[in-house]
């Protein structure tokens, strides 16, 4: 029968095509909503379903390897507010992730990843293999060569979290992929705006200092100021400046927060909630000892302590590798570490740290700048700390302590 003879117009039919997929879908996001109650059997009820759970138009991803790095993977892909991707697969030797509820083929399967790629077709291949050695590099080239994403897991690690898996770096990544010093261009650049920043800060936030000074001296005895030594640029020593936030001390102690609670003033703890007390570090900028942006300075007391740690020296009998890195760029009054993670107590909390300072070094750049920027300003205005700034689309989620992610060279 012919559009002609039936009286219906080739547009009339598209139109209503149209509006019963329209209705359709309506049907089932209504149905979604009210938890299933409308439809419950039948073909509706079954292409619902695979709507929702196969998420047919998410980016389907096949894992390589059963090692730490991968569980974390998979973890980190799973905890995704809004997910962009869907695992289809676990490919290894081993039956270390076996208990996970994805695809697993155990048995030495690493020569058939041909095989596996045509049954489970990935959009992108994920190596987080222990040892490159052990690459099948001829599949690997032959997905690359039918239009499939091939990825490198400890890359993909550092977008999901924004932190460098410091395990997995080797003296190859760091002379190679640790892309610093950056070009003068954008160093001048970054220098100018901090310069800049500095002066327009002392002169506008004046009042504010007044009013900050009278407060810290009507509420406590102490000087007005705490200057300690610091550490720069290559390890360059300079006195930083900070309101006093704490009453002197009787005797030396730790640098630690969590040692020192007990001295923080009233008024400190309000400047502290507000981080007011670092706004004198603008005459630091100015002075060229600090950018607006980068790895906070630490004590040289506290540098010390963890360089002896990173000797691994029998003393400590623990290892926080490239620890020395972060005096690669100039410290900064905000940093990626303190918008993501906040205050250090211990050796621990220092090395989790230390994993985002040196995604910052490898990664800085003027919009990561201004990034970090707005994110500060957020938790100063309301006084908490954002642990959820996302790296990808929908990776926003809370902080986890990192694992062990050793990866041979």
């Known amino acids: 029968m012919t559009f002609a003879s039936s009286g219906v117009s080739p547009g009339s039919s598209l139109h209503l095509g149209l509006i019963l997929l329209a209705g359709f879908s309506l049907l089932l996001l209504a149905n979604r909503i009210a938890g299933g109650r409308f439809i419950r059997r039948g073909p509706l009820d079954a292409v619902s379903h695979v709507l929702n759970h196969r998420r047919p138009f998410l980016e389907r991803v096949l894992i390589l390897g059963t090692s730490p790095l991968a569980s974390k993977l998979i973890e980190e892909i799973g905890a995704q507010a809004h997910p962009r991707f869907t695992i289809v697969g676990v490919v290894?030797?081993?039956?270390?992730?076996?208990?996970?509820?994805?695809?697993?083929?155990?048995?030495?399967?690493?020569?058939?990843?041909?095989?596996?790629?045509?049954?489970?077709?990935?959009?992108?291949?994920?190596?987080?293999?222990?040892?490159?050695?052990?690459?099948?590099?001829?599949?690997?080239?032959?997905?690359?060569?039918?239009?499939?994403?091939?990825?490198?897991?400890?890359?993909?690690?550092?977008?999901?979290t924004g932190k460098l898996a410091i395990e997995s770096l080797t003296s190859t990544n760091v002379i190679f992929s640790l892309d610093c010093p950056k070009s003068w261009i954008s160093l001048a650049l970054a220098r100018a705006v901090s310069f800049l920043a500095a002066l327009v800060g002392l002169i506008g936030l004046a009042p504010l200092f007044s009013l900050i000074a009278l407060a810290i001296k009507l509420d406590s005895r102490g000087p007005l100021f705490f200057v300690q030594e610091r550490l720069g640029l290559r390890g360059k020593r300079f006195k930083l400046i900070k309101f006093r936030t704490m009453h002197p001390a009787s005797c030396r102690?730790?640098?630690?927060?969590?040692?020192?609670?007990?001295?923080?003033?009233?008024?400190?703890?309000?400047?502290?909630?507000?981080?007011?007390?670092?706004?004198?570090?603008?005459?630091?900028?100015?002075?060229?000892?600090?950018?607006?942006?980068?790895?906070?300075?630490?004590?040289?007391?506290?540098?010390?302590?963890?360089?002896?740690?990173?000797?691994?020296?029998?003393?400590?009998?623990?290892?926080?590798?490239?620890?020395?890195?972060?005096?690669?760029?100039?410290?900064?009054?905000?940093?990626?570490?303190?918008?993501?993670?906040?205050?250090?107590?211990?050796?621990?909390?220092?090395?989790?740290?230390l994993r985002y300072d040196l995604y910052y070094v490898k990664h800085m750049s003027l919009w990561f700048d201004l990034r970090i920027?707005?994110?500060?300003?957020?938790?100063?205005?309301?006084?908490?700390?954002?642990?959820?700034?996302?790296?990808?689309?929908?990776?926003?989620?809370?902080?986890?302590?990192?694992?062990?992610?050793?990866?041979?060279?």
């Open 92 to 160: 290894g030797d081993e039956a270390g992730l076996c208990e996970l509820p994805f695809l697993y083929f155990p048995g030495g399967p690493l020569e058939q990843l041909g095989k596996i790629v045509d049954l489970v077709r990935p959009h992108r291949i994920i190596v987080a293999l222990e040892g490159r050695g052990r690459w099948p590099v001829a599949q690997l080239l032959e997905a690359r060569t039918r239009g499939i994403v091939v990825e490198d897991g400890v890359e993909v690690y550092e977008r999901l």
């Open 253 to 353: 102690t730790s640098e630690w927060v969590q040692d020192n609670g007990h001295r923080i003033t009233r008024v400190g703890k309000w400047l502290r909630k507000f981080h007011l007390d670092e706004l004198p570090q603008f005459v630091n900028i100015a002075r060229g000892d600090m950018n607006l942006v980068g790895p906070r300075p630490h004590p040289v007391s506290n540098y010390e302590l963890l360089a002896l740690v990173a000797r691994n020296t029998p003393e400590s009998g623990e290892d926080i590798p490239y620890y020395s890195l972060r005096l690669m760029v100039r410290p900064g009054l905000t940093g990626w570490a303190q918008i993501r993670y906040g205050y250090a107590n211990n050796v621990d909390e220092e090395t989790e740290k």
């Open 373 to 409: 920027l707005f994110n500060t300003v957020k938790i100063v205005v309301l006084g908490r700390r954002s642990t959820t700034a996302a790296i990808w689309p929908g990776a926003a989620r809370a902080e986890r302590p990192s694992p062990n992610l050793n990866r041979a060279a």
